[in-house]
């Protein structure tokens, strides 16, 4: 399997460069992010931690599943367009406690949610990694989507609230922060959670 080793910065948000990737990185997990938003004649203004990784392409590029699991919702709003959260079999297991992002939640269940798409799978669906289930959609009719992105997420909770949210990086089937490629060779397990980009690689 390609493997590309991510490296860990201190225990705070870091960026990786889209260049340095298989696959593009545009907004990392943990990264500070300033908000601007017009509101009547004035505007406001917001900082936040990001809460997934943003993958960078163009619409109608497809989106995989990264784990195993079950359908559990799909939505749509004006804001963020389509989006789709799976429940993975297993549950947060302790072994990822080290490191931002990988503590809370154990024990719980394990979501993965994925963000500003045209979802092609419906609630009940079981899914492999690797398997299309939707394709981005175009930004330019999502306020909420800056760009052609997938938003990308890892929760403990089946809600898309940043205070659930676990830092992906700590969960690639390569091992933690090695982000992982899909390979048609390899032989996934359902039994820990693990995950593969949800984006083909280059």
Known sequence: ????TIAML?????????AAAPVPITSDYGETRILRRSFGSGMIVSVSKHSGIDFGAPAGTPVLSASF???????????????????????????????PGGAAGLG????VIYVHINPSVKKGD???PGQTIATIAVSARLPCARGDHLHFM???KQRKLAIHTL???????????????YDKGAIYSSKKFAIISPIKCK
């Not at 201190?10 to 889209?18: K, T, Y």
């Open 1 to 4: 399997m390609l493997r590309l």
């Open 10 to 18: 201190g225990l705070i948000g870091f960026m990786v460069a889209p």
């Open 69 to 99: 699991g079950t359908v559990v919702d799909v939505s749509f709003t004006a804001c963020s367009g389509g989006s789709v959260i799976v429940k993975h079999p297993a549950k947060h297991q302790p072994s990822t406690r080290s490191g």
């Open 108 to 111: 719980q269940d394990i979501f």
């Open 126 to 128: 079981r899914l492999t």
């Open 154 to 156: 890892v929760s403990y």
């Open 167 to 181: 830092n992906p990086h700590r969960f690639w089937v390569d091992g933690s922060y090695q982000l992982s490629c």
